[in-house]
């Protein structure tokens, strides 16, 4: 198992450099002048020249990587952006935690409530609960969900006033752990704090999630539903195993198998969706900041960005291969050869 | 020896699957008892219904697509369909099954000792783990499985198709039962396989005062293991008796040519079969359903379902050649 | 494909499965409402400028006295800041988001069916190893974000809108088409072929495509939907077509800010997007079932 997991990871740092050199190369190859579309038409050509130098453009492109690379790994250095006109670390500390916070929030919801919904969609097959819960899966795959962001600040946030209408409030610096507001706010103790930032995430996070429930609610349901016929919970029954121990468990480990996989393209489809969501509730998020930072060509903050999705799609896929090896013993033992 | 009491008894057992093309009719009419303490054989062709009795009896057909149009089935006096909870309660307690193909039956996502852990966790809940752990590794050695612990910590995927059967039958036998029943255990298996899960079986049946109802291709074993023998065709009873006499002297015309369609090493070899092939589900015959394959068919035969006649004491066979005999009272 | 009737040896094995699917696809009445829907939109967006009440709004055009009027007889989606009407720049939106996703699956389709098809039949070579390794590369990041980096490197426009999709939708392709052609070429039909010494580009093009093409038709309708949402998101950060013509998702981000009274401004745009999904989902999932059936 352990040699599984060091393999995929091995497997993942690989794919991301070469990503990260991609990335890379291809900014610096396109036409346009970034340096000087951020400094602006009236700055002398000197200044930007000096800059130029400074950011090490005016290098060939392998020079340059393995200046950059080498700082990302010994000194966390993910170079200059000309967007913000401060390191990139610097910005990926401060927005990276929050989007992270909303990410795991969203995730948490997805994976309870697609389940649940699944769950009992696919118990009570074919009543009026069954249908209607596919009625509402229906429609909440096929909602683009900024079109949900709409909906719910309608809603929540003008109407009746319940949620905040956006943005996220920071916390002051004593307070801060990991950046995570929320969290932070919870593991001091403040809890009115962490009240108050808790419902400046319900909205973005169940915008964002809605569609991945719907759609995880209809898999986990078929998924369910295949399994319910199969000869080893007939077999199980028989063998005097209690009812709710063969639905919960018997039935329930197997079907969890292609409702985790699923869960996978979720959380791709999550970080992704976040740009608009983060956009629109004015989250202060990294998504945010990663649409300013490719919308600018920003050279050094487009890399980074990248790798950091990257980063945390791989390891959401390891999280999930590891998972789905637990469930199954298939899995698990044809990998450890 | 077996007692008089009718611990199981089927009458006029109607069941359909409902499917896309119209109702296939599985069951048309089935008769069969087990007593206390009896082992009783079913035999018949793949696809003749065996599977879904045994399934009726468990109580494990999924009612849509499938219909109990008719009959009843009495387990321990009561009709278990009438009241499903309690017909459900009354079997899980008294009645167990091992199913045809022990790769399916077992869930490829628990070890074995988590399934058996479950089962005896059913059976009562206060066990403490030591008990349940000392009632495992017996289950397996009266299945002869070597290296039990090992076994229960392992997964189906682990295991052979023998020892994947062994745990079934293991498993069926954790609770005590009155009835166990077994849907041809030894079909997807290996030949060399077979005679030993069949020797297990022999020896695990004789050993206990359990009524079996044993399904099997293996007509060599049903004529040693049982004491009463069922030919199904086609969803009806062709003939029933006695183990012996009915190996000895079969009555039913497709008896007499299943009998004769067995490879033998002596006399006759490999046979030619019976010509035809089972007759449709969905548009069976109005009269007997063996009729179009019959090599003894008369006109009668096609228009009406044949009565069950007593040719002999305690034979029973359903075939019209048999008319001028007393009808069975049962 | 032969017409019915042409050679009535040949032709009748093929129309009468063609029949058969269809009757199959029929029996759903969601199914076909999916393709009601479908066939709608795409005739909607063929004929837009014909069908349009106020085709020039979908340019630029300036009626200051009728903004922000909400949904009426006379503009049956309201009008928008500029006065111009919703509805006629929400049919002319419609052309580009279908044709955005058109165009990626025309770029992205062949290219990725092809990888897969070169590398499944190369299994176990080099070759194999490489596109595997280079579609493992593309999917590294989720699809949007590919996108937008892709897009972004170009002037706005929703031809580079494609690329950029297209980019991130190619190793779908390519991956179903490598597990279909390593499952069908176990196949003994594939087998046959190969003995009787066909050459490797007529098996893969003769004997296997055909056969993957199913489960590709059902992949592609269901991909339209999140294709078209990609797209849209995309413009709603400015990438898609340019102002002033209009595009589904710069439409929804226009009229954020003017939420809630003028509602209608984002509210129709972002319901012409689920409808576009709606019909494309039921769709897919009809022909889904469709084949399905088939395989068993």
Known sequence: MALFIFKRIGYGILVLFALSFVIFSFIRIIPGDPVRMSLGPTVPDEVVARMRSELHFDRPIPVQYYHWIKGVLLRGDFGRSLFTHRPVSQDIAEFLPRSIELAIFSAFLILSFGVLFGTISALFRDTWLDNLLRLFAYLGVVTPPYAFAILFMLLFAFYWKIFPLGGMPTLPEELRVTGMTAFDALIRGQFDVFGVTLRHLVLPAVSLSLGSIAYQA??????????????????????GVSGATVVFKHLMRPSFIPTLTIFGLQVAALLGNAFLIEVMFRYPGFSQYSLQVIMTKDPYGIVAVSLVFGVIFALANILIDVGVAWLDPRVRLKASE | MAGDKKLLQVKDLLVSYKVYEGLLRVLNGVNLCVR?????GLIGETGCGKTTILKTIVMIVPMPPARLEGGVVFFKGTDIHRDRKAGIRSVRKGVSMILQDPTAALNPTLSVRTFMADVLKGKSQRMSKAERNSLMQEALEKVAMPFPERVLDSYPVQLSGGMRQRVCIALALLKDVDLLLADEPTTSLDVTIEEQILELLNDLIQGSKKSTILVSHALGAIRKMTDRVYVMYAGDIAESGPAEALFEQPFHPYTRGLFAATPRLTGAGISDGIAGEIPSYLYPPRGCRFSPRCPERMPICDEEKPPVFQPQEQREVSCHLYASLTKSES | MEKA?????????????LKRRWYKFASNPLSLLGLAVVIALVVAAAFA?????????????????????????????????????????MLVGLRYSLAVGLLVLALGVPSGV?????????????????????????????????????????TPGYFFVAIGIATAWWPWYARLTYSLVTSLSNEMYVKYAE???????????????????????????????????IASSMSFVGLGVQPPKPSLGSMVSGGIQYLPEQWWISVFPAAMVALIVLGFNLLGDGLRDVFAIEEI
Request: proline share 7%.
């Open chain 3, 114 to 154: 092809l990888m897969g098809l070169v590398a499944g039949y190369h299994r176990n070579t080099w070759v194999d190893t490489v596109v595997m390794r280079f579609t493992d590369l593309f999917m590294a990041i989720p699809p949007l974000i590919l996108a937008l980096v892709v897009a972004a490197m170009f």
């Open chain 1, 218 to 239: 209809r898999i986990h349901r078929s998924s369910m539903i295949d399994n319910i016929s199969k000869d080893y919970i007939a077999f199980a029954r028989v063998v």
């Open chain 3, 49 to 89: 400028y014909q069908i349009a009440p106020y085709p020039k709004h979908a340019g630029l055009f300036l009626d200051f006295a009728n903004a922000n009027q909400p949904p009426s007889l006379k503009h049956l989606a309201g009008t928008d800041v500029y006065g111009r009407d919703i509805l006629s720049r």
């Open chain 3, 5 to 17: 009737g042409t050679t009535p040896k040949q032709a009748n094995p093929r129309w009468q499965r």
């Open chain 2, 36 to 40: 206390e303490g009896e082992r009783v």
């Open chain 3, 195 to 229: 003995l009787e010494g066909a050459k490797p580009r007529r098996i893969m093009f003769k004997e296997i495509l055909p056969n993957a093409v199913s489960p590709m038709f059902t992949k592609m309708s269901l991909d339209m939907g999140v294709i078209i949402i």
